[in-house]
Each structure stands twice: as C-alpha cells, then as structure tokens.
C-alpha cells in the first residue's frame, strides 16, 4: 500500500500541459458551462462565461442520458455529437478558453481530442477500463469523475490504470455519491450527497488536484454556491459549474443549473 500511496504522490501535476503551447494551472480552475451544448448560442455563451473570470469551459457534445428513450421521446439524442465539436471548436478559437469535454468511449478518444483540451470521464464510464488504459497512453490531460459509488481506493485505483499508461495529466473531480434518502422528498433533484470530507481524505494520499462540481453533487441550484465554499474550504483545488443564462430552459440537468449572477458571484465573490 505504501509504494502504491507514493506512486500517487509522485505524480504532482498542479500544472498540467494543455497542450505544447500552454499550461493549464490547476491551482484554481474555474470551469463553467451548460450541461450540453445546444445550438450555436453556446458561443456567446462562452463569452459570457470567461468574461466572469472562467479559465476553462465545460459542455457535452455527447451526452449520455440515463433514461435514452425518455429523452428521444422529449426530442433529445444524447447532444449534438459531431456538430456539438464543431461548436466547441469555434468556442475556443473565439475565446481562447480550453476545452473540457465528455469522451464516452475509446473509439472516440481520435473524434474528441481533435477538439478538447481536458477528457472529461464522466461518473458512469468512472471504472471503464478500457477507456482508462486508453488514455493512459495520451498526452490529453484527464478530468475523472468520481462513480457514484467510488471508495477512496476505487476513485486511486482508476487514477492508477491512467498514471501506469504514461498519462499523468489528471485531475480527480468529485460530483456526489450515493445517499441522500432525507432529501428528496422535499427536494427531488437532490440525487446525490456531497462527500466534501473526500476532498481531504485524497488530499492526505495524493497529490493528484481535486476538482468539486458542486452542480451535480446538490442538484439544485440554490445549494451550489454554499457548496462552492464549502468544498474550497476543505482544499478543493477548483470547481466544475453548470451555467445556462437561463436556467429553468437548459435541455439537460436545469434544476442544477445555475445563472451568470450566481456564477459571477462564487468566482469572484
């Protein structure tokens, strides 16, 4: 356990290459954006969102739905994939900001590196393994979500598959676990709890950064801010936020999704 612990530490990666031009500093991210990216607004919304002081933007090109048939009936096919890129791509060419983007599978890794600065691993690919060893062998850095279910060890484990490969670009984003019974009976967007206490549990193993996202761990809206502070308190490293500049109308996760007042707030308040 010990030479596993220390393989961990050794991997500092506070900065971490973007790519052979730039270095994206960890230290403080600010990462925002909708959930998706739904149509060719996404760019003024990206405007909007460097200009309250985000470092990197964040949204799905493709994005898996836990109930596909429900959200095809609503008229939503998991993003718009291969223009959801070409979009993102004039995201980053008009304002400079990296590119953090979901990459579902290993076959998509050539598609979505085109286009992404950061691989966003998201909760349900958390223990993909196939996936993993594949972007242990990149130079892409890694933004890994933490499963809904992941122990301390499961969340170093999948770190472990990334770092053995070569890649040692990561970062540990932890979005809510499993449990959150006396909640959702008033609050029912509330599907996960926040375990801010695993901000300093991985902190004493690893020095790997700690990225929260305080949108899906609450599910609600009104408990994102407190819950940025909160988590930046306990020594997250940055944060990963939804922002639609209208919430209620976001296609994906609305009820967490926050405006450009709160958003601009939490950064710079």
């Known amino acids: 356990m010990n030479d596993y612990i220390k393989l961990l530490k050794d991997a500092n990666k506070l900065n971490i290459s973007i790519d052979k031009a730039k270095t994206f500093n960890w230290e403080y991210t600010k990462i925002a954006g909708p959930c998706s990216v ?28 836990t109930y596909p048939v429900l959200e095809e009936k609503n008229g ?21 900001l990296p ?13 979505v590196g085109q286009v992404a600065d950061v691989f966003q691993i998201g909760t349900r690919n958390f223990q993909n393994y196939t996936l993993l060893d594949a972007l242990g062998k ?27 490969g070569g890649n040692e ?9 499993v449990g959150m019974p006396g909640y959702r009976h008033v609050f ?12 300093p549990a991985l ?15 609450t599910g609600y809206r009104n408990f994102v801010k407190p819950m940025s502070k909160a988590a930046l308190a ?9 922002c639609h500049p209208i919430p209620e109308e976001s296609i994906s996760d609305a009820d967490q999704a926050i405006d450009y007042n709160t958003l601009g707030e939490i950064f710079n308040g």
């Not at 590119?99 to 598609?111: P, R």
């Not at 670009?169 to 676990?177: F, P």
């Open 38 to 65: 739904e149509g060719p607004e996404i760019i003024d919304i990206a405007k909007n969102i460097k200009a309250l002081g985000a470092n990197a933007f964040r949204a799905g090109a493709y994005k898996p739905c």
């Open 99 to 111: 590119i953090v983007t979901e990459v579902m599978d290993a076959n998509m890794i050539d598609e």
């Open 76 to 96: 939503w096919k998991e993003g718009l994939r291969g223009e959801g890129l070409r979009l993102l791509q004039q995201v980053k060419e008009e304002t400079n």
């Open 169 to 177: 670009n990561i970062a540990i984003c932890l979005r809510g676990v």
């Open 234 to 242: 306990a020594g997250a490293d940055g944060l990963i936020i939804e």
């Open 203 to 217: 902190k004493e193993l690893t020095n790997i950064p700690i990225i929260y996202d305080p949108s899906h761990s």
């Open 138 to 164: 990149c130079n892409t850095p890694v933004l890994l979500k933490r499963g809904t279910w992941g122990t301390v060890d499961e969340i170093l484990g999948a770190c472990e598959r990334i770092l053995v």
């Open 188 to 199: 029912p967007s509330i599907r996960w709890a926040p375990d801010l206490m695993m901000i």
